[in-house]
C-alpha cells in the first residue's frame, strides 16, 4: 500500500517537473532562439549578437540557481530581457 502511495507521488511531481520545464525554460528559449534566427536571416547580426548573449547570460544564471522556483525566472525572463534592450535601440 505504501509503495502505490509513493509511486503516485512520484508520478504527479514528475508531471509538475515537465510541465515546468516546458513553460519555464523550453518555451522562452525556443522564442529566443527564433528571433535570433530571425534577425540573422535578415542580416541584423548586431542585434542578433545581443539577443544571443542576453539568452547566454540567462543560461549561465539558471545553470548556476540552486532553487527550484530562482531557475524558472532565469530563463522565463529572457524575452522580456530582448524587449527592454529592443527599446534601448
Known amino acids: 500500500m505504501t509503495s502505490i502511495f509513493w509511486i503516485g507521488v512520484m508520478s504527479?511531481?514528475?508531471?509538475?517537473?515537465?510541465?515546468?520545464?516546458i513553460s519555464a525554460v523550453k518555451a522562452p528559449t525556443r522564442m529566443a532562439?527564433?528571433?535570433?534566427?530571425?534577425?540573422?536571416?535578415?542580416?541584423?547580426?548586431?542585434?542578433?549578437k545581443r539577443d544571443f548573449e542576453i539568452?547566454?547570460?540567462q543560461w549561465l544564471k539558471f545553470e548556476s540557481e540552486p532553487e527550484f522556483g530562482t531557475k524558472a525566472e532565469a530563463m522565463g525572463t529572457?524575452?522580456?530581457k530582448v524587449s527592454e534592450e529592443e527599446k534601448k535601440k
Open 12 to 21: 504527479i511531481r514528475t508531471a509538475i517537473h515537465k510541465l515546468w520545464l
Open 78 to 80: 529572457i524575452m522580456e
Open 33 to 48: 532562439l527564433n528571433k535570433i534566427k530571425g534577425e540573422i536571416d535578415r542580416n541584423d547580426i548586431e542585434s542578433a
Open 55 to 57: 539568452l547566454r547570460n
